[in-house]
């Protein structure tokens, strides 16, 4: 007679061996309590920006009843200070250092001018004018945050966790584009527009607080004047990958500012939809983004960075043309507007992921404030003139026939990468390639 050897059964997992399994699945970087806080701060920022993104503009719509030059004017007031500042702001973050101390100064600074619009609701004197000057002011302490983020962010995240920071950093931003826009229009349906901006003023002082935890080293400062102002803007005119990433994203940044300047007017006037369906219709929308930031990494390693980045501006800006040929029942005009937000929002990841993770390779340490404050004064430089042009064609022409303009000329960006060597680059995969890509012996 056989005796049939059977195995126990297995004891259930432990605590700690489930505490094991569920940290294995923390991505390395947020195991790291200084990235973790630099992180934790972007991320409350970003939803942040995404209730005023809705919440500033119907404002001016439904509060003030601005025309399409008005909104146009607050559009680009907001871009303006880099085209003015960008060059000068980078050249002085890079001779001072302290880049951490100038980004918490100007979380503070935009907690201060967005508070400051509510409170002047409650007490009924708003005016556009507080709207232009609040934009303007925000846009220029924008420049100063801009411009030391780079040099802090490579202090803190290893070289070859490069595109994982980057992938991590947009995720949240793609997130934000999923809840920001919702909770900003549902916010604007039940306190109005100026007491939803309250949310986003709070959301800097949380950028502030956890900024203010984490200390890294920093580059050092750049103390020698010579060529201070213009060595960012020497270093891109030498580097055909940068030049390449600036032409394609001034041109795309300029027309998607003729259709952001006028997108929420031609909504609420032209579709006659609400203030909440339209943070709704955003929100679902931008689930593109949050796909487009889980893809990328494996795009990029399959295809290349360099065309992932191209196929992220075509995904960007053709998607756009669904706008202005919305009409029908109103499903209909929904469902288009959804399928333009979802695929443009998933190229934008794909392209700003792509792109941040090129630039922490190209670019010199020494140089990044001022190669990063040189390329925003060109490519952001843009987005008021874009939005000036489209609040008068809009005028002029009327909100569809500019809209046709703004997404049929955001294609141009797209094509101008195809020639350059941009779309061909790969990302080193040693700290020596890293090295000879930024042109180092």
Same mark, same amino acid.
């Given at each position: 007679?056989?005796?049939?050897? !059977?195995?126990?059964?297995?004891?259930?997992?432990?605590?700690?061996?489930?505490?094991?399994r569920?940290?294995?699945?923390?991505?390395?970087?947020?195991?790291?309590?200084?990235?973790?806080?630099?992180?934790?701060?972007?991320?409350?920022?970003?939803?942040?920006d995404?209730?005023?993104?809705?919440?500033?503009?119907?404002?001016?719509?439904?509060?003030?009843?601005?025309?399409?030059?008005?909104?146009?004017y +607050?559009?680009?007031?907001?871009w303006?200070?880099?085209?003015? $500042?960008?060059?000068?702001?980078?050249a002085?973050?890079? *001779?001072?250092?302290?880049?951490?101390?100038?980004? /918490?100064?100007?979380?503070?600074?935009r907690?201060?001018?967005?508070?400051?619009?509510?409170?002047?609701?409650?007490?009924?004197?708003?005016?556009?004018?507080?709207?232009?000057?609040?934009?303007?002011?925000?846009? %220029?302490?924008?420049?100063?945050?801009?411009?030391?983020?780079?040099?802090?962010? &490579?202090a803190?995240?290893?070289?070859?966790?490069?595109?994982?920071?980057?992938?991590?950093i947009?995720?949240? !931003?793609?997130?934000?584009?999923?809840g920001?826009?919702?909770?900003?229009?549902?916010?604007?349906?039940?306190?109005?527009?100026?007491?939803?901006?309250?949310?986003?003023?709070?959301? $800097?002082?949380?950028?502030?607080?956890?900024?203010?935890?984490?200390?890294?080293?920093?580059?050092?400062p750049?103390?020698?004047?010579?060529?201070?102002?213009?060595?960012?803007?020497?270093?891109?005119?030498?580097?055909?990958?940068?030049?390449?990433?600036?032409?394609?994203?001034?041109?795309?940044?300029?027309?998607?500012?003729?259709?952001?300047?006028?997108?929420?007017?031609?909504?609420?006037?032209? %579709?006659?939809?609400?203030?909440?369906v /339209?943070? &709704?219709?955003?929100?679902?929308?931008?689930?593109?983004?949050?796909?487009?930031?889980? &893809?990328?990494? !494996?795009?990029?390693? *399959?295809i290349?960075?360099?065309?992932?980045?191209?196929?992220?501006?075509?995904?960007f800006?053709?998607?756009?043309?669904?706008?202005?040929?919305?009409?029908?029942? *109103?499903?209909?005009v929904l469902?288009?507007l959804?399928v333009?937000? $979802?695929?443009s929002?998933?190229?934008?990841?794909?392209?700003d992921?792509?792109i941040?993770?090129?630039?922490?390779?190209?670019?010199?340490d020494?140089?990044?404030?001022?190669?990063?404050?040189?390329?925003?004064?060109?490519?952001?430089?843009? !987005?008021?003139?874009?939005?000036? +042009?489209?609040?008068l064609l809009?005028?002029?022409?009327? %909100?569809?026939?500019?809209?046709?303009?703004?997404?049929?000329?955001? &294609? /141009?960006?797209? %094509?101008?990468?195809?020639?350059?060597p941009?779309?061909?680059?790969r990302?080193?995969?040693?700290?020596?390639?890293?090295?000879?890509?930024?042109?180092?012996?």
């Amino acid at each position: 007679m056989s005796a049939t050897t !059977r195995r126990a059964p297995s004891a259930p997992p432990g605590p700690q061996r489930l505490a094991g399994r569920a940290r294995d699945r923390i991505p390395l970087l947020l195991r790291d309590t200084v990235f973790r806080r630099y992180w934790s701060g972007q991320t409350i920022s970003m939803f942040g920006d995404q209730i005023s993104a809705i919440a500033v503009p119907l404002a001016a719509v439904l509060v003030l009843h601005a025309s399409a030059a008005d909104m146009g004017y +607050l559009t680009a007031l907001v871009w303006l200070p880099t085209l003015l $500042f960008g060059l000068h702001a980078g050249a002085w973050v890079d *001779r001072r250092g302290q880049r951490r101390a100038a980004m /918490i100064a100007a979380d503070l600074g935009r907690f201060v001018l967005l508070a400051s619009i509510p409170a002047a609701y409650a007490l009924h004197v708003l005016t556009l004018t507080q709207l232009f000057v609040a934009a303007f002011g925000e846009g %220029l302490l924008s420049v100063l945050f801009t411009v030391a983020n780079p040099a802090v962010f &490579v202090a803190i995240v290893p070289a070859e966790r490069y595109l994982d920071g980057n992938t991590l950093i947009y995720a949240s !931003r793609a997130l934000s584009f999923v809840g920001g826009p919702s909770i900003g229009g549902l916010l604007v349906q039940l306190f109005t527009a100026p007491f939803a901006i309250i949310a986003d003023a709070v959301s $800097f002082l949380g950028s502030a607080f956890f900024l203010s935890r984490i200390h890294p080293a920093e580059p050092p400062p750049d103390r020698s004047g010579k060529g201070a102002v213009t060595a960012g803007a020497r270093f891109i005119t030498r580097s055909p990958i940068v030049r390449a990433s600036l032409a394609s994203v001034a041109v795309i940044n300029f027309f998607n500012l003729m259709f952001f300047a006028l997108y929420l007017l031609y909504a609420v006037r032209t %579709l006659h939809i609400g203030a909440g369906v /339209i943070g &709704v219709v955003l929100g679902a929308a931008a689930v593109g983004s949050v796909l487009g930031s889980a &893809v990328t990494k !494996r795009l990029a390693g *399959r295809i290349g960075v360099g065309w992932a980045y191209a196929a992220g501006c075509a995904l960007f800006t053709a998607p756009l043309m669904l706008v202005p040929l919305a009409g029908g029942p *109103r499903p209909l005009v929904l469902g288009t507007l959804f399928v333009a937000e $979802f695929l443009s929002g998933f190229g934008v990841m794909v392209l700003d992921i792509s792109i941040g993770a090129i630039f922490a390779v190209v670019i010199p340490d020494e140089l990044r404030s001022r190669v990063t404050g040189a390329f925003q004064a060109v490519n952001y430089g843009t !987005r008021p003139l874009g939005a000036l +042009l489209g609040g008068l064609l809009g005028t002029q022409a009327g %909100l569809r026939a500019a809209l046709w303009v703004a997404t049929v000329g955001g &294609v /141009i960006g797209f %094509l101008v990468v195809l020639p350059s060597p941009l779309a061909r680059f790969r990302m080193p995969e040693d700290a020596g390639g890293i090295s000879r890509a930024r042109g180092c012996p």
